[in-house]
């Protein structure tokens, strides 16, 4: 089959209503593209997270390029989330595989993993900028021990959630990244987030292609609609009130997080 032949035309046009809207949002793709190929097209679960994992980590590359190139990553906090992510995603895995795959008690697992990942995105979202000032006015310095060991630890849950349900590595990694380094500018949070989710995604989704649970020509049509959408998504950026799109978003990701639960 060629790669033309390959191409699902509701996939892409579903890829770049998606990629629009992280482009104009920022929220992350996975909060958005597992549900929509769960509960819309009937996906099994491992196939749809294996599927955006893989997903994730071709387009975000592209945007730790870009931050690399603005020298907006802090790479030493980059390794520190990889020591705990890293170890986690692969014994998450093992988990996984250890139950057999496919089956129901793997789908059930993927299925409230995902909606509590969303659950928890969904106030990430909507008060990042107020949890960032709190942050900066009453947070006291941890020491670096503390810091660098409390980062270790979000990398292992991030690399749990992430390799169970492909979401989490945006909002939710972000938001407590900014409570550990309140002194570090939004931006080099944002670029070494986005840095970090690219080893994870990458082995994760590797993991679920070596379990069979990636579907090529759907990742292939998701890509062709979600990279135009990711461009176009970009220049209407503060067209619309962030404060509107945050509450929406929010509402979204809970309901949706209720209904996988």
Known sequence: MSVLHAIQPLYSLSGLVIGFLVGMTGVGGGSLMTP??????????????????LYASI??????????????????VVMRLC?????????????????????????????VTLGIALL???PSVLFREKIKAWASRNTRPLSP??????????????????????????????TVLVLLYPSIPT?????SDIA?????????????????AVNVPMLLSLLLGSIPGIILGSLFTG??????????LAIVLLVVGLRLI
């Open 239 to 248: 067209h619309v009130r962030e404060s509107v799109q945050r509450s929406t």
């Open 196 to 212: 970090h989710a690219v080893p994870l995604t990458l082995i994760a989704g590797f993991g679920h292609w070596l379990m069979g």
């Open 120 to 122: 928890l995105t969904a």
């Open 145 to 174: 021990t503390t810091t660098s060991l409390l980062t270790v630890i979000l990398g292992f849950v991030l690399g749990v959630l992430v390799s169970i349900s492909s979401v989490g590595a945006g909002a939710i990694g972000v």
């Open 36 to 53: 929509l190929l769960i509960l819309v097209f009937g996906i099994h679960p491992q196939t749809a997270v294996g599927t955006d994992l």
């Open 59 to 76: 387009t975000k590359s592209v945007g730790t390029g870009v931050h690399g190139f603005k020298k907006s990553v802090d790479w030493p």
């Open 187 to 191: 931006s080099r949070i944002v670029g």
């Open 83 to 111: 020591a705990g992510s890293v170890p986690a995603a692969a014994l998450s895995l093992w988990f996984l595989h250890s139950l057999g795959m496919p089956s129901a008690t793997t789908s059930r697992i993927i299925s």
